[in-house]
């Protein structure tokens, strides 16, 4: 089942060591998942993908069987500037110094970032279910704040949600959708959510998003654009569309943006797996 056929490796990336698996062959396809998910999320996707590319799943650093860096007080170790050098390092330990970047959730916040810190690295970016992070927390409102309250509690100061969320990880997560997953991914969701490291990483991630993340947005705000072919899709049945409208939004930070939303909520490639396949590929042959 699943992608159990993909080789497995890990690279240090000086930073961090990152789990990943790979295979296929062709051009080079790096998928980036969100929270708090794993590799696994792309079970679906991935085996399609790779008969016609070279498919590169990391786990985040942080999440899954990637190491969990020690983290600095301004939260700088889980910011998605350096999630993203991370898997510069990756891809060049695999012999690729140019390639496409699809990013889901979290994964997205960094494939975006990746792109506008590596613009010659990066051939083509598509994103899922995501604004920037600089954009979310300026156009923040009460139904944002209530919608996607998780942000607000997960970046609170260590370690008050580390301990709420560690007396039960499995009443926490997952609440309402665990039919959306194949119980082997579920699986692994559920090892990753009860290791006290990965609850750590994963608040980390969120305080780096309120301050580091969005202050490096505010920085490249008007200043700096992402320069390759941008896909955005989003959940149609999700909260993305009724709090902006995405391509409007995306528009600011690149040129090249297409996109629409996906007859689905938020987990789009496990969700409408197909319905996402297609719209990639033929963002990838395009």
């Given at each position: 089942m699943l992608i159990t056929d993909f080789q497995s490796t890990v690279v240090n990336t000086g930073e961090a060591e990152i789990y990943l698996r790979y295979g296929g062959q062709g051009p080079p396809l790096l998928l980036l998942h969100g929270h708090p998910q794993?590799?696994?999320?792309?079970?679906?996707?991935?085996?399609?993908?790779a008969e016609e590319y070279t498919v590169v799943m990391p786990d985040l650093r942080g999440y899954g069987d990637s190491s969990k860096p020690e983290s600095a007080d301004d939260h700088s170790t889980y910011s998605k500037r350096a999630m993203a050098k991370d898997q510069i390092a990756v891809m060049k330990e695999l012999g690729f110094s140019r390639f496409t970047v699809i990013g889901h959730d979290r994964g997205a916040r960094c494939a975006y970032r990746l792109a506008l810190d590596f613009p010659k690295t990066v051939e083509k970016l598509a994103v899922m279910d995501i604004i920037p992070t600089g954009e979310t927390f300026r156009r923040a409102d009460k139904d944002f704040a209530m919608g996607y309250w998780h942000w607000f509690f997960l970046a609170q100061p260590f370690d008050f949600p580390e301990r709420?969320?560690?007396?039960?990880?499995?009443?926490?997560?997952?609440?309402?959708?665990?039919?959306?997953?194949?119980?082997?991914?579920?699986?692994?969701?559920?090892?990753?959510?009860?290791?006290?490291?990965?609850?750590?990483?994963?608040?980390?991630?969120?305080?780096?998003?309120?301050t580091i993340d969005s202050e490096l947005d505010e920085a490249d705000r008007g200043s700096k654009k992402i320069t390759c072919p941008v896909l955005v899709l989003w959940g149609e049945k999700g909260a993305l569309p009724n709090w902006y409208d995405v391509l409007d939004v995306w528009q600011d930070w690149a040129d090249d943006v297409t996109g629409r939303g996906i007859d689905c909520g938020h987990y789009l490639a496990e969700e409408a797996p197909e319905e996402t396949y297609e719209?990639?590929?033929?963002?990838?042959?395009?």
């Open positions: 794993t590799h696994m999320m792309w079970h679906e996707l991935a085996p399609k993908l709420v969320i560690g007396e039960n990880p499995d009443n926490f997560y997952f609440q309402g959708t665990r039919h959306l997953f194949h119980p082997e991914a579920l699986a692994e969701y559920w090892r990753g959510i009860h290791n006290p490291g990965t609850i750590h990483a994963m608040c980390e991630d969120y305080r780096a998003a309120a719209e990639i590929r033929k963002f990838l042959k395009t």
